[in-house]
């Protein structure tokens, strides 16, 4: 090349995404296109120095919920702490698009119950400047941002966009429905989305208690917005469903893709929680066989347990149900952790009920003493039963209420108890190894911009170069190769974006610079940086020299530079030309 280009990164420890061992080489980008890599003399107009550092494609999260944050912000936090250089949003069935102007409120209640996101938030944040899903994606289209978006065309909205109250009501769907329906998917899928998403869970619900209205849609619904992805020639299907039936489930996903010409991916956990946890491995052998059969099925696995974060700054702590806690719960925070100092109020909070209806998931989590952790700084993600709140209250001769009660305390009130939810019912991750290792999975889960009280797991990028690769002591680990591709290549095939997630010429300049041995994930904090003062969950990262996205470095060791080269990205995108 006897050119200049716009930049090269020089003497890097290439990890290209292809599964491949790492290699010295230096990258020449033009165009935010990567257009050669090896030993260069070339120089570019931006020097970025990698010795020692290793480089990887940015990563592909499939699996996210910015639906809202994307209309109001520009920096995709936690997501783009943690390498995430591309996600997909409108998982679930969930989003706001398409959206008749009564019935923003409804959609509104709908992501603050699924997806635990405020309702002052939505309700000030949204500027509601669209109502059908082409004019949602080209208001995103004049935004930017620190790293690319996508997005499927959520299930639920599209039913009440089409029903109204029947909709909303699960009432079943007419043949003029069905017919409206696939239409709006079409042309959904024509502007740009990635496809459809939808929801078959019964833990999904709107902010009333009421089933998300894609719960329990019937066969010929689903089979409408498959066909109407036959139709377009293009986009994936997502789902998560309970598998209550088993048989009739893996039945009904060979249908929708046998119907649309497409691939699915289903979403796949490991525990007590619900009847398709219990075959794991069952889903994932029977999603290989579909695949090996023509017809490609994923099921997206999260690298770590599936668990929320308790204390009195978030949605749930142990006491959140108990009257004398209620009366508490409005106070500013300084003034309640004050008197919950008091004896007097721990004796009365101690002896009261912990929730009136025990039977509620949320309740019976907020008691999980069992699979209850303190968490710590830095984060243990993986301890044994030993350490759980029950083992360790049991030690002490102290009941496990107190025990909680005194640990959500410390820290002037900020420390956070985690219970694992899914993922370790055996006491270690070794179901998420299994589960991330088998040709049936991909990653997911991550639910990046949702759980903002409870949940903060966008940032498993980190968690796999740190604890999968270099840090397990309870187990095997994963080599830095086969972990990038995971996060890299692999995510981004999944749904149809083949022209990213390796390095090689062609490919979008989307990198990733870091020192892996100074790697280093913080506990989750809580910051109030959303609409309204909203607060949420974050995680940050150490070790990042420099995140780049479209061949613009927008983090240099974790600090914004101020430019964003982020875009919407309309439906698949085509492989790149060598």
């Not at 702490?81 to 949003?89: E, F, L, Q, R």
């Amino acid at each position: 090349m006897a050119h200049d280009v716009d930049m090269v990164v020089r003497n890097g420890r290439i990890v290209d995404g292809t599964g491949a061992e790492a290699f010295e080489a230096d990258i020449a980008i033009s165009g935010g296109r990567i257009v050669e890599v090896g030993t260069l003399s070339v120089r570019g107009r931006d020097e970025v120095d990698a010795q020692g550092l290793v480089v990887t494609p940015g990563f592909v999260d499939i699996h996210t919920h910015y639906d809202g944050q994307v209309t109001w912000a520009d920096r995709l936090i936690p997501s783009s702490s943690h390498g995430v250089t591309t996600v997909v949003m409108g998982n679930c069935g969930v989003g706001f698009a398409p959206c008749r102007p009564d019935q923003h409120e409804m959609l509104i209640g709908l992501m603050e119950g699924v997806e635990d996101i405020p309702h002052p938030v939505l309700v000030d944040g949204l500027p509601w400047t669209w109502e059908t899903f082409p004019q949602y994606l080209d208001f995103l289209a004049t935004r930017r941002y620190d790293m690319d978006i996508c997005a499927y065309v959520p299930h639920a909205p599209v039913r009440v966009y089409v029903m109204g109250q029947r909709g909303a009501d699960r009432e079943p769907a007419t043949p003029a429905d069905l017919e409206q329906m696939a239409r709006i998917v079409r042309e959904a899928v024509a502007a740009g989305a990635m496809g459809f998403s939808t929801s078959r869970t019964f833990f999904h619900r709107s902010a009333d208690g009421k089933s998300t209205p894609s719960f329990e849609a019937a066969d010929d619904e689903l089979m409408a917005l498959a066909q109407a992805l036959k139709a377009s020639g293009k986009g994936v299907m997502q789902l998560i469903s309970d598998f209550d039936d088993p048989e009739q489930t893996y039945a009904l996903l060979r249908r929708l893709v046998q119907r649309a010409g497409r691939p699915l991916s289903v979403s796949l956990l490991e525990g007590g929680y619900g009847p398709m946890t219990l075959r794991w491995h069952d889903v994932l052998d029977w999603a290989a066989e579909a695949t090996s059969a023509g017809l490609p099925i994923k099921a997206q696995v999260l690298s770590r347990a599936i668990g929320v974060m308790l204390g009195h700054e978030l949605t749930l702590n142990t006491f959140y149900t108990c009257g004398s806690y209620v009366k508490l719960a409005q106070l500013p925070f300084d003034e309640k952790i004050r008197e919950l100092k008091r004896p007097e109020v721990r004796a009365r909070i101690l002896a009261e009920s912990a929730d009136p209806d025990p039977t509620i998931v949320l309740g019976r989590l907020a008691r999980e003493f069992d699979h209850m952790f303190l968490l710590g700084d830095p984060p243990d993600y993986e301890q044994p039963v030993g350490q759980s709140i029950a083992a360790r209250a049991k030690r002490l001769a102290v009941s496990p209420e107190e025990l909680a009660y005194d640990l959500m305390l410390e820290r002037n009130g900020r420390n956070n108890l985690y219970v694992t939810l899914c993922n370790y019912e055996h006491g270690s991750l070794d179901s998420s190894l299994g589960m991330m290792r088998h040709p049936g999975s991909v990653l997911g889960l991550g639910d990046g911009g949702a759980h903002c009280g409870t949940i903060c797991d966008g940032s498993y990028p980190t968690f796999m170069l740190t604890h999968w690769v270099r840090d397990r002591t309870r187990g095997e680990r994963l080599l830095l190769p086969a972990v990038v591709k995971l996060l890299s290549c692999d995510t981004a095939r999944a749904v149809g974006l083949e022209d990213r997630g390796l390095i090689a010429p062609g490919y979008k300049a989307d990198l990733n610079l870091f020192d892996l041995d100074r790697l280093h994930l913080h506990a989750p904090e809580v910051a109030h940086d959303l609409p309204s003062g909203g607060r949420r969950l974050v995680q940050r990262a150490d070790g990042y020299t420099a995140t780049i996205v479209s061949g613009a470095v927008v983090y240099r060791g974790g600090v914004p530079t101020g430019l964003l080269p982020g875009r919407l990205v309309r439906g698949p995108q085509a492989p790149a030309l060598h």
